[in-house]
């Protein structure tokens, strides 16, 4: 019986036999033939292997960041449209800070991006070009101890203005400027000055948990489902969110997440990327209808998050019918970028940046 093996696979094998070829000074007569014989053969194979896999599907890299914001990319995976599409996706979780250089690198081939990473790639002359939205908004959420909540009589239903004023003087944990700068953001919204507040600089979102955990901050401010997951936990109250801070609504923050490729990646493979962009508008369309079975996707990669909280997070993002950007669209995205203090400086976006050519 015969076994297909994916290209990419062969790859990987005809690196790992040959780093022990490398690290062979003296084998033996039979290892050293017996080692030769399968690079040789996996020479052989990957000869024939061109960009599409062998039973005619394209296979291609996506690198995701694990969040909410991946869905439609999920779902399109799940039911079967990349599939339909003639597409073999294969999903790898890298940090923003690895996006760009895994993009150029052809290590991916799409990247489920931010508009504030997309920006800073742009800003540094990076030949990137978004190609698509598949989610709007900033499902973000600001969550106090449950000592600083009991404290302050602050609760779910508190008024934001209530929340802004009691965090006077508290100490909020910042995993990254960006969220330091929205939680600027509800705090100017609310006429409490920043600088009235202190700061610990931590190393994620997961840092940010633990410290509110051990009372060593007071509060932080990330993206859901993490506020929502700390508060099922039992360590926090989730005091702010979209729904209740008209500063980090959809219509005043703009773009949320965006599909990147390289630009002569898609220069080379316009049809794939249309189709591409298809199965994932596809997605993002069933997502819209079937919320219950989109939990169910995600809670196979968001596993140690409780499904109602995936519920919950869910229906912070809008989902887009469409994945068509316009310079409106960029001018909110910008000015909320801006007001995060994230936007780099000197950044020029032009439509050479971005286009909806590819759009089924």
């Not at 760009?100 to 920006?119: E, G, K, Y």
């Not at 600027?184 to 955990?213: C, N, Q, T």
């Not at 990669?301 to 229906?315: D, E, F, H, I």
Request: aromatic fraction near 8%.
């Amino acid at each position: 019986m015969w076994t297909v093996v994916r290209c990419s696979s062969l790859r990987k094998t005809e690196s790992v036999v040959t780093a022990v070829v490398n690290r062979q000074r003296r084998p033996g007569a039979l290892g050293a033939r017996v080692v030769a014989f399968v690079v040789l053969l996996c020479a052989g194979l990957l000869a024939g292997c061109g960009p599409d896999e062998p039973d005619g599907v394209t296979h291609v890299s996506v690198g995701v960041g694990g969040s909410i914001f991946d869905t439609p990319m999920r779902m399109a995976e799940e039911k079967g449209f990349f599939r339909a599409a003639g597409l073999d996706v294969e999903f790898v979780n890298l940090t923003a800070s690895l996006y760009a250089a895994a993009l150029q690198s052809d290590s991916v081939q799409f990247i489920n991006d931010s508009p504030t990473d997309f920006l800073t790639a742009v800003s540094r002359k990076i030949p990137e070009i978004a190609v698509g939205m598949d989610g709007a908004g900033s499902p973000l959420g600001l969550i106090v101890s449950t000592r600083f909540a009991q404290e302050h009589g602050l609760t779910a239903q508190s008024p934001p203005e209530v929340v802004a004023k009691a965090l006077i003087g508290s100490t909020g944990g910042a995993s990254s400027n960006t969220t330091k700068g929205q939680a600027g953001i509800f705090l100017r919204e609310y006429g409490v000055d920043p600088a009235a507040v202190h700061y610990v600089m931590l190393p994620s979102p997961a840092a940010d948990k633990a410290s509110l955990h051990n009372n060593q901050i007071d509060w932080f401010v990330t993206s859901e489902p993490t506020p929502l997951a700390v508060q099922d936990a039992g360590d926090g109250i989730v005091v702010a969110s979209p729904g209740s801070v008209p500063a980090w609504s959809t219509a005043r923050s703009g773009y949320g997440q965006l599909v990147v490729v390289r630009q002569s990646y898609a220069d080379e493979n316009s049809d794939l990327v249309r189709r591409f962009i298809k199965a994932v508008q596809d997605g993002s369309a069933y997502t819209r209808a079937h919320e219950s079975e989109a939990v169910e996707v995600m809670s196979k990669t968001l596993t140690s998050v409780a499904k109602p909280t995936l519920l919950a997070s869910l229906r912070l993002v809008d989902f887009p019918e469409t994945g068509a950007m316009d310079e409106q669209g960029w001018t909110t995205s910008m000015s909320f970028i801006s007001q995060e203090g994230a936007f780099p400086k000197g950044t020029k976006l032009t439509q050479e940046n971005w286009t909806n050519e590819y759009l089924p």
